[in-house]
């Protein structure tokens, strides 16, 4: 049996979020993109799927808000 890890994230910062944090209201909210990192039998999986994710993260209590082009959803 083989076990790959196929699902690997990286994440880049991408500046400051206009957005206050949902949670504690904190303004020290900085957006963040991530993508799976293609590696191992990802590179023949049909299924794989690199599209970046992006979402806000709060550095004061860590909440993560998901966000497309920008938005909250
Ligand atoms: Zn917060």
Do not use: Y
């Not at 206050?20 to 990802?42: E, F, I, K």
Request: net charge positive; hydrophobic share 35%.
């Amino acid at each position: 049996m083989i076990t790959v890890d196929v699902r690997q994230r990286r994440a880049t910062q991408m500046g400051r979020s206009d957005q206050p944090c949902g949670v504690c209201g904190s303004a020290n909210v900085v957006a963040m993109r991530s993508h799976a990192v293609r590696r191992g039998a990802a590179w023949i999986n049909p299924r794989f799927d690199p599209a970046p994710r992006t979402h806000d993260l709060c550095r004061d209590c860590g909440a993560k808000h998901r966000t497309e082009n920008g938005v909250r959803v």
